[in-house]
């Protein structure tokens, strides 16, 4: 059968196309690559997946700054971290042996040997504040159980209620 040509494919039947996303990304490296490559950053992947490598808590206050190697070798470097006050470089300072060993895992050779913190400015992400959870009334508690009450089986019973409680608090 003919390979058919997006348009010519009724609206309902198209599939979506992310083509433009790929292009659009492999822009995005080709641009930032020579930038990124002047800090030490062989690839930008160190940077993308950095909330990865060290965890969503830390990457709030801890970011790379440039990875730097001796003369004319490209492993066992430095990765310069910059953190965004004391209480992060502590953190961090404990979990320095695992970040190194994530990292050359995710290279698949010893691209870094050691990690220097230095404290400075960072604009942090804040997080949002979690939703106060509802109060359920003692009616809304009745009438959910009347609603699981047909259930024979004990366990599932309790379930669906608790269940049915959490779902009363997300609204």
Known sequence: MPVRNQKDIPTGERRRSFEGLEKLTMEIKRLTQPILGQRGFAGTDILEY?????GENLSQGIRPEKLTFEKDNRTNGTLHVKSAGGAFA????HQKQKVIERINTF???????RIKITQGKLSLKKQPLPKPKKYISDREKDILKAKVADIDDRELRTLVYQMGLTRLEKK
Not at 50 to 54: E, T
Not at 90 to 93: G, K, P, Q, S, V
Request: aromatic share 24%.
């Open 107 to 113: 290279f698949g050779y010893s691209a870094v040997a």
């Open 50 to 54: 950095w909330n990865d490598i060290v």
């Open 90 to 93: 502590i953190l961090f300072e």
